[in-house]
């Protein structure tokens, strides 16, 4: 079900697109010798000889967090001869995220509701056995977690056919997300468009799930494939290159409260 979140992809502007468009082009040299970060108006910056990163857009980017800027800023530093924009996931995605601004806060909670009523741990496989248990072993337990926690019950299918979900249940879920600020509801979407799955970044995103539990149940059909016909190169390179994009989305709510 991954397919339906090619909107999404778009949405927050899929970094791995953007990578290999810059990988067909010539680097750009790095032209700044200092990075530093400061506070101003109650945002942290990071400054380039002095002067505060933009977006592409030409926006300035303000960071709700010291150490969040601080990062940022470590990526700028460990660009030694060129700026590879493939190497600097945080300042990718915080890019993004103030390129887009509060216009679009409502926008993102919204297609975090959509996707999560049309998730990937709704669709199940109908065999091989193995696959199936593999599928229940990863994802039947944060769907219980959504039950048990925020009485979101919701409803299974076997293959890809649409299956509507309860809409008490999914009420529940908008209520949560309603309470996401700017940067978590962009990194909540950031990890759905790599995971296939709202209800896991969502999962995430309040505490209930761990990093490797999320990722491991993103992967369950890709990794029973490998299994059983060998690993495609290409496949295993973009994962890495979203893997990255994962943990800084992670670093973003490990960073920032709910409301940021």
């Known amino acids: 079900m991954r397919e339906i979140l090619e909107e999404a992809e778009a949405h927050i502007k899929d970094g791995y697109g953007r990578a290999q468009e810059h990988a067909k082009q010539p680097l750009p040299k790095r032209f700044y010798k200092n990075v530093s970060t400061d506070e101003q108006d109650g945002q942290h910056r990071v400054l ?45 995605l915080c890019n993004t ?90 990194a909540a979407m950031s990890i759905t468009a790599i995971t296939g799955s709202a209800l896991l970044a969502i999962g995430l995103r309040e505490g209930h799930f761990e990093t490797e539990q999320v990722w491991a149940a993103a992967y369950v059909d890709e990794d ?14 973009m994962r890495a290159f979203k893997r990255q994009d994962y943990d800084a989305a992670v670093r973003l709510f490990e960073l920032l409260s709910l409301d940021v």
């Open 48 to 92: 380039l000889d002095g002067k505060p990163i933009k977006t592409p857009g030409k926006k300035t980017v303000g960071f709700p967090d010291a150490t969040l800027a601080q990062q940022v800023a470590d990526e700028w530093a460990a660009s030694e001869e060129k700026i590879d924009p493939a190497k600097m996931p945080l300042t990718r």
């Open 97 to 186: 995220i103030v390129e887009s601004g509060d216009e679009h806060l409502d926008a993102v909670r919204a297609e975090l509701l959509k996707y999560a009523g049309n998730d990937l741990l709704f669709y199940r496989a109908e065999g091989p056995e193995s696959l199936v248990d593999l599928q229940r072993e990863h994802w039947d337990a944060p769907l219980d977690v959504f039950e048990s926690e925020h009485g979101a019950k919701f409803e299974l299918a076997g293959g890809v056919m649409h299956v509507a979900q309860p809409a008490e249940s999914l009420q529940k879920i908008d209520k949560l997300v309603q309470r996401y600020g700017l940067f978590s509801a962009f």
């Open 224 to 237: 029973y494939q490998a299994s059983q016909w060998g690993e495609d190169d290409q496949a295993m390179a």
